[in-house]
């Protein structure tokens, strides 16, 4: 809202601007599973493959909470600002065990974006359901996270490191990219 609400400010147009908010989806199996297996109860071996569908749905909740609830939302909506849409990376499905369209097919609800892989659009295509499947899970969202702190699984200290892995993945790629252009350059200038 910062962002919209200073534009509106300096006199800009909101009807141009658009911007989404990312989380990272299978990542959060990846990393969920490694502690239930871990953990190796029965109780924990349940809750495999459902931590991140479970996540990115709480991180709709609130998405909706925060656009509905604002009243200063309603006032830039009327000058033509957009939401922040949630933007879920990481789609592709990872574990063999999963559905190959697991995380398009469970997270699908208004203003996604969704930046699968080929293989999973694909697949999407050839088998998927697409219709909408968040509305209605909150609670039993909000009840697999609550499971996985009774084991002593913290979501938000596993997406925590997730986000700073990604980050410094970023940054590695990003340098690389520097490197190469002087690269070129000094081939140039020599």
Do not use: C, F
């Given at each position: 809202h910062q962002g919209i609400a200073q534009a509106d400010a300096n006199g800009h147009d909101l009807k141009h601007i658009g911007s989404v908010a990312s989380f990272f989806v299978s990542r959060v199996d990846?990393?969920?599973?490694?502690?239930?297996?871990?953990?190796?109860?029965?109780?924990?071996k349940a809750l495999e493959g459902k931590a991140a569908v479970a996540n990115a749905r709480l991180a709709y909740e609130l998405f909706e909470k925060k656009f509905a609830e604002d009243p200063r939302w309603a006032d830039l909506a009327a000058k033509g600002a957009k939401v922040q849409r949630p933007l879920w990376?990481?789609?592709?499905?990872?574990n063999a065990a999963y559905s190959d369209c697991k995380y398009v097919d469970e997270l699908v609800a208004k203003h996604i974006v969704n930046t699968m892989p080929e293989k999973t659009l694909n697949a999407l295509a050839d088998h998927g359901n697409g219709a909408p499947s968040i509305e209605g899970t909150y609670e039993e969202s909000h009840a697999i996270i609550n499971k996985l702190a009774e084991l002593g699984i913290n979501l938000k200290d596993v997406t925590d490191k997730l986000e700073a892995d990604g980050v410094a993945a970023f940054i590695k790629s990003w340098d690389s990219v520097l490197a190469d252009v002087q690269s070129g350059i000094d081939r140039v200038n020599a």
């Open positions: 990846t990393a969920v599973d490694k502690l239930l297996e871990v953990n190796g109860s029965d109780e924990a990376a990481s789609t592709g499905t990872k």
